[in-house]
């Protein structure tokens, strides 16, 4: 199969999904990612992400947190992204968050490993008592797409063996 005959799915089902993170930019971009595919699908999300990428400094967490009601209406005027209030400005709160976990644990990555191993019931309520626009849907999609919970690949799926490789020995269990 040629790259541009590769579907935005599939390239992101081989190359990304469950795959883990180890940049806490990338990880904040995951996060957004997944709350802004609430309600939406995920195809349309994928086909968006450079825009995303574009509207929000490259997910760089320090410029996000920083941003002003001057980038909000530029956000919410956006028609390469998706153009609600509730997750822009989620996107925004989460970033400050994300610093102040960095403060505390060093990364989000380290955050994201210090709180292992949990349930999935466990992971929704730890999110949603500290994110913003964090239901259990969009915790389960951001953990098994990161590869902190099971269930991103079947096993008999060629990629599941890849993922399990890539992943730090605590989470191969």
């Known amino acids: 199969m040629k790259p541009a005959d590769r579907t935005v799915h599939t390239l992101y089902h081989d190359e990304q999904y469950g795959f883990p993170i180890e940049s806490d930019n990338e990880l904040f971009c995951r996060l957004i990612l997944e709350i802004n595919q609430a309600g939406l ?15 929000y400094a490259n997910f760089d967490l320090k410029k996000v947190a920083k941003f002003t009601e001057k980038d ?26 994300i610093l102040g976990l960095q403060k505390q644990h060093g990364s989000f990555k380290n955050w994201l ?17 500290t994110f913003r626009f964090t239901g259990g849907e969009i915790v389960n999609e951001f953990l098994q797409s990161t590869g902190f919970l099971p269930g991103a690949h079947d096993p008999s799926c060629p990629i599941y063996k890849k993922t399990l490789t890539a992943k730090p020995a605590w989470a191969q269990k």
């Open 113 to 129: 490993y210090d709180q292992h191993p949990l349930t999935k019931e466990e992971w929704t309520k730890l999110f949603k008592k």
């Open 41 to 55: 699908s995920w195809t349309t999300i994928l086909n968006k992400q450079e825009n995303f990428r574009k509207a």
């Open 72 to 97: 909000r209406e530029r956000l919410m005027n956006d028609a390469g992204i998706i153009r609600n209030r509730l997750k822009i400005n989620a996107a925004i709160e989460n970033a400050n968050t």
